[in-house]
């Protein structure tokens, strides 16, 4: 399945897994304030702007499934919306969308400038970042991984620089940011990731919750080096038999 993502939209899930995830879902929409209600935020009250929840379509992830939420309009019931395209999400139809700390591996996004203003990580105004930066979660052992279960250790932070910063501001559990500089991910002899070329860049944003998920890091990686094109999802149907080319559905995913 693939979904699309809009700007300025949520992303509702169709079929048998809006089924699953509507008792979830409607709880905290109840108590999505309209545009311009004060809500209370540290003491004070903030302007929240209003959200809507639309449903999008699903496509089978053929050929044929694949271009049309690549380039096609997205329509949702009641007409096109006026949303920005922000990539494809690919669902398999016989995996189970679980949200919250453990991450989904049936559930993929992917993305180019074909169908994305932002086929990588960009800084707030926007423009391109010269590496790529990630968020890794500091460990007890001194060193960091990603939010993987298990975790993916991608490196050892030296045992001087852990004394220089003390046990207060440097806990398990703590988010720092890297850059990832020349030499990219490195990986075992097996195909397991081994490391990665870190540079530290300071404190990550704790109020996130977790690392980054190996799969992002990844992708974003390839994106610069070696990305996946269109093309290629394509050539990779070939390779698929009919039964199980129509076993799955693409739907499309917007900017939110």
Known sequence: QLHQQQQGEGVQMDQDMEQQQQPQLQPPLQGVPHHGAPTKRHGGYASVPRMRVVRLPLRTADAEGILAAYQGVCTAPGGPQD??????????????????????????????????????????????LPYQVVTLEYRMDSTVSTSDAPPVVLGVMPQQWVQAMGPKLLRPGRLLKFSVREGGIMFAPDGRPAGAALAYEGCGNQRRGRADAFNKILFQQLARTNPIKLEHLLQSLSGLGGARAGGNEVAGMEDG
């Open 83 to 128: 949303v920005a395209r922000d990539g494809l999400l690919f669902v398999h139809k016989e995996g189970r969308y679980e949200s919250g700390a453990v991450g989904t591996p049936l559930v993929l996004q992917w993305k180019d400038a074909g169908c994305s203003k932002y086929p990588i990580d960009t800084a707030a105004d926007g423009s391109p």
